[in-house]
């Protein structure tokens, strides 16, 4: 499935931006998805994850309670919200999509399809 995000951009530390994912075909309900970032000479690294149905989700203990991930399955997208946004937040992010998996996960080789990414940054 192809995936294409959008809605990055560049903000100071503290606000908030949203980010979406659109799914081009296949059946969206039964795909988890997730959101990882990749940080500038890092290793990509798991932020959310949400069920098909959208009934349970996973954080990354960095994000944890400043980020919600959700999904709309009739648009075929789901969303990032960025709040209380940190200088470190910096990274390219990109929406993942998995067949394989139930609930959600942080391991980046359980996903099979990923967007482009794009582009967070927060200035201090």
């Known amino acids: 499935v192809q995936l294409v995000e959008s809605g990055g951009g560049l903000v100071q530390a503290g606000g908030s931006l949203g980010l979406s994912c659109a799914a081009s075909?296949?059946?969206?309900?039964?795909?988890?998805m997730g959101w990882f970032r990749q940080a500038p000479g890092k290793e990509r690294e798991f932020v959310a994850s949400i069920s098909g149905s959208g009934g349970r989700t996973l954080y990354a203990d960095s994000v944890k309670g400043r980020f919600t991930i959700s999904r709309d399955n009739d648009k075929r997208t789901v969303y990032l919200q960025m709040n209380s946004l940190k200088p470190e937040d910096t990274a390219i992010y990109y929406c993942?999509?998995?067949?394989?998996?139930?609930?959600?996960?942080?391991?980046?080789?359980?996903?099979?399809?990923w967007g482009q990414g794009t582009l967070v940054t927060v200035s201090s």
């Open positions: 993942a999509g998995s067949t394989g998996i139930m609930y959600g996960s942080s391991r980046r080789s359980d996903y099979d399809d």
């Open positions: 075909r296949g059946t969206f309900s039964s795909f988890v």
